[in-house]
């Protein structure tokens, strides 16, 4: 399995710009989700899925749109990029809904916006 | 929701135990208590979970606190690739939404010593 899988690894954008974030993951699970790390920070939740069709809010949803038409992918949308969403952004996906269920991370897309 | 509390640093040296501490004095009796460890330039990968019984696996131990209040994450043998940050995270199976999510604090950065 190639587990979870992000592109592109490294992104610069000019204010304004938009573009799709690529997520992927191989191993059938129903939970994915997308998180943003500023530097020197810990996580914080975007968007997540719990299956295909079904997306919602996390913490800082403002300015990111989600879908997830299949199981495998869960693309994350920046409408109109701003300096603040410079970040490095991680995908998650797991299997259990429980409390045990293990998340596995992709290796993260690093966005610079100008 | 439940938090946690660990120190922000902490230092090892290399082949000898480490104990990260984790403090969690308002978890209810249905949150597991999970570890994820962060790479430099990567994503978090797991570690270990536990609901109330000390767990053991390739990677750690957990010791959990009769009363759950807090947790120590045991590496046996710290090396330098151990080096990383490392959360500690509860994780609610009977919540719903946003919150069923991990939860990420600003965890704590273990350097290993050569």
């Known amino acids: 399995n190639a587990g979870v899988t992000q592109t592109p690894k490294f992104q610069v954008l000019k204010t304004g710009q938009s573009m799709t974030l690529q997520c992927a993951q191989d191993m059938n699970h129903e939970y994915m989700s997308w998180y943003r790390q500023d530097p020197g920070m810990g996580l914080r939740l975007i968007h997540y899925s719990v299956g295909a069709g079904i997306t919602d809010q996390g913490e800082v949803p403002n300015g990111y749109n989600v879908s997830r038409s299949t199981t495998e992918d869960f693309p994350l949308r920046l409408l109109s990029a701003a300096p603040s969403q410079t970040s490095v952004y991680f995908c998650a996906s797991r299997q259990t809904s429980g409390g045990s269920g293990t998340q596995y991370f992709g290796p993260g897309t690093r966005l610079t916006v100008l | 929701d439940a938090k946690t509390t660990q120190p922000n640093s902490m230092e090892s040296n290399e082949e000898e135990p480490v104990h990260l501490p984790c403090n969690h004095s308002t978890i209810s009796g249905t949150d597991y208590i999970h570890w994820y460890r962060q790479l430099p330039s990567q994503g978090p990968e797991y570690v270990i979970h536990?609901?109330?019984s000390n767990v053991n696996n390739r990677m750690a131990s957990l010791a959990i606190a009769e009363d759950r209040k807090s947790s120590t994450l045991i590496l046996h043998r710290a090396t330098l690739r151990d080096a990383a940050v490392y959360y500690c995270i509860l994780r609610d199976p009977i919540s719903s939404g946003s919150a069923r999510q991990l939860t990420f604090g600003s965890g704590t950065q273990l350097t290993v010593l050569p």
């Open positions: 536990g609901l109330t």
